[in-house]
């Protein structure tokens, strides 16, 4: 499969006029307290950071700061794929974006935060995750080509956080081995939701199969459902080649119109792309699905509540080039959706955030060295310097926990004689 990703419209910086000013006194004023630098074409420097710290060179500042004037949210990451910034050699991509990522919400003074309602862009209508937007939101980003994602991946083609061996899920253990880590992770959810020989399963986006592969070797039967087009075609292929399709039936279907009671019902980084709106049928769609002392093991990135409600409404950068519609909930809008809508509750969480740190950088890794290959398939530069900067970027939110992500153990809450309630 061949894709031609362009952007033509990079090519040019925004109109900012006095918002370029502006950004110009943001940034200066931020990375005064930043331990990095700054440094620019005439080898003057703003930041905090001595001569070893991570250094962003501004190859085209005026344009930096135009982008920045014209949308924060979105600039300064199009400031990248566009080149006109970049890592001075030595620096970790990674390892610039963490101090900015720690202090993101003290970036920004506090009277302009105040207007955040006014100036960021909105969620566009046609993102929404209605079934067809959901649809069309999916396949902008994961039906870009199995091959692009075989490229980076580990050999279980497992796109979602690993799991690296402490027990606690607090840091990550000495075990770096990341088959291993992904494969301890689809365990430990299918240990959430309880999943043995002749359990009925469902699982709620099926990425390229690993997880439904690992339930049927389980003794499961796997229902799987995906919307991804490109996604079902290889995660058949691949149960086929295990020898489990007479244990697994991936269907193209929206978590909306499944039917039918399961013992166990497991979901890994779905519902990110569920969007607010529909947290609530999706959860009582859990509820409606799930056998009597049934389990569901959950997956989910999180943020803290406060930061969610600041930006929920907000268009930014991973919107507009990764990953159109989505939205990561908190902890707290989870266990409230639990609650108002459905007789489920949380029984056990693992967080796993640091994991993701190291996951997302051992992806960054083996898709630059797999460059040569993926850009076989008609990615260009700015395709390139696009995943570049979402990698490191959410590497940079786990690493300082502005990012989270836990494994969820959910169930019916028991009623006074102690036994599960009925739904």
């Not at 990425?207 to 290889?234: D, F, K």
């Not at 949380?346 to 955030?353: A, I, S, V, Y």
């Not at 590497?395 to 309630?421: K, N």
Request: proline share 5%.
């Amino acid at each position: 499969m061949t894709v031609e990703i362009q952007w033509p419209a990079l090519a040019s910086a925004p109109r900012a006029g006095v918002a370029a000013l502006v950004a110009r006194r943001i940034a200066a004023r931020a990375v005064r307290r930043l331990p990095v630098r700054m440094r620019f074409p005439d080898g003057s420097h703003w930041g905090a950071g001595g001569p070893d710290a991570p250094t962003m060179v501004l190859r085209r500042p005026d344009t930096v700061f135009a982008r920045l004037g014209a949308d924060l949210r979105i600039g300064f990451g199009e400031g990248y794929m566009a080149a006109d910034w970049d890592t001075a050699p030595g620096t970790d991509l990674a390892d610039l974006l963490t101090p900015f990522a720690a202090r993101l919400t003290e970036l920004v003074p506090k009277p302009l935060q105040r207007l955040r309602g006014i100036v960021d862009a909105r969620l566009p209508a046609h993102e929404e995750n209605t079934v067809p937007g959901a649809a069309s939101n999916i396949a902008r980003h994961y039906d870009l080509s199995n091959d692009l994602f075989r490229h980076f991946l580990d050999d279980t083609m497992t796109y979602s956080s690993a799991w690296f061996g402490d027990e606690s899920g607090n840091g990550v253990a000495p075990d770096p081995d990341l088959t291993r880590g992904q494969l301890r992770k689809i365990d430990g959810i299918l240990d959430y939701a309880r999943v043995g020989t002749g359990s009925r399963l469902l699982e709620i986006g099926t990425g390229w199969g690993a997880l439904a592969v690992r339930a049927a070797a389980r003794g499961a039967n796997v229902t799987s459902v995906t919307i991804s087009a490109e996604q079902r075609q290889l995660a058949q292929e691949r149960i086929a080649a295990a020898g489990l399709s007479d244990r697994v039936d991936v269907r193209l279907q929206d978590y909306r119109h499944i039917d039918g009671s399961y013992d166990a019902i497991v979901s890994v980084e779905m519902i990110e792309a569920v969007g607010e709106r529909f947290w609530p049928t999706y959860f009582s769609t859990l509820d409606r699905l799930l056998a009597p002392g049934g389990r569901i093991g959950l997956q989910s990135i999180t943020m803290a509540h406060d930061r969610m409600l600041a930006t929920r409404r907000s268009y930014g950068w991973v919107h507009k080039y990764v990953f159109p519609g989505g939205l990561i909930p908190s902890m707290h809008a989870i266990e409230k959706t639990l609650a108002n809508h459905t007789g489920l509750r949380l029984l056990e969480r693992r967080d796993l955030g640091r994991h993701y740190a190291e996951t997302l950088r051992q992806w960054r890794v083996r898709f630059d060295a797999a460059w040569h290959e993926i850009s076989g398939h008609g990615f260009d530069q700015t395709f390139r310097r696009m995943w570049e900067f979402y990698l490191a970027y959410c590497e940079a939110g786990f690493r300082t926990d502005y990012l989270g992500v836990s494994q969820l153990a959910i169930g019916r809450a028991p009623t006074a004689l102690g036994q599960p309630t009925a739904r």
